[in-house]
């Protein structure tokens, strides 16, 4: 059976690689996988590398034979632990770097899918507490302003998902970023204590902040993360504590 292999190395300010391999692996099945020395897990997903437009990356999607989804329940349903996790992490302050780009599943089990792809952080070990930042590509460049502000969302799991949040202090955790569906995004999220920035495509000053953090855990690991009717691609992770 072949598998993906990850490698990682601690350089000497702290960084840790994580660099997808040239192997094919579909691990839909499988809960915790090993490469060198290094483990993820995965979370309500079905994953697999692939070779995608001329080099490997990782695919994901939701699965929703392990966590349904319901039109009619959004907030119990979605903004759920949906994600591949790297395991034997515990990042507290520092830096995560990704390059994304997301789909809409054809057919889409949601009618309203925007290929909602990001990273989630400060997950707890039993995955029942984390926080993301994710993006909503498709609405990304509407012509409709009030589209655009809702392309980046920030939520804690479980108790601030989006819809209480845009209920309780709208506009103040998502708001607009120049993407869209079908092409490369770079991602990067800095966590300063109760702090985190978001930068889109390499832009000198963050697109997003969160004032304050609204989880309880002060550290945890990282996960590519996906949600209902999106076909997420990733590559290029970094990861630099501090």
Do not use: C
């Not at 996790?85 to 507290?92: A, H």
């Amino acid at each position: 059976m072949q598998g993906i292999f990850y490698t990682v190395r601690t350089k000497s300010k702290g960084t840790v690689l994580v660099a997808l391999a040239l192997t094919m692996f579909n691990f839909a099945h499988a809960q915790n996988i090993k490469f060198e020395g290094s483990e993820f897990e995965v979370s309500n997903v079905k994953a697999s590398v692939i070779d995608f437009r001329g080099e490997k990356v990782m695919k994901v999607e939701r699965d929703l034979n392990k966590l349904a989804f319901d039109p009619q329940r959004l907030e119990a349903t979605v903004d759920e632990p949906t994600f591949l996790k790297l395991k034997d992490l515990d990042l507290e302050n520092g830096t995560i770097e990704v390059k994304v780009y997301s789909q809409i599943q054809d057919p889409s089990p949601f009618q309203f899918a925007q290929g909602f792809i990001g990273l989630a952080y400060h997950i707890k070990e039993d995955n029942s507490a984390f926080e993301s930042i994710y993006l909503r590509p498709k609405v990304g460049r509407s012509d409709n302003q009030a589209f655009r502000n809702k392309t980046v969302q920030y939520f804690s799991y479980p108790d601030y998902k989006f819809e209480r949040l845009r209920k309780e202090a709208p506009g103040k955790y998502e708001t607009s970023a120049p993407v869209d569906i079908e092409e490369w995004i770079s991602l990067r999220i800095e966590l300063k204590d109760e702090k985190a920035y978001l930068f889109v495509n390499d832009a000198a000053y963050s697109t997003f902040v969160v004032n304050k953090r609204l989880g309880k855990e002060k550290k945890g690991s990282v996960a590519l993360w996906v949600d209902i009717g999106t076909i997420g691609y990733f590559k290029d992770l970094r990861i630099t504590k501090k």
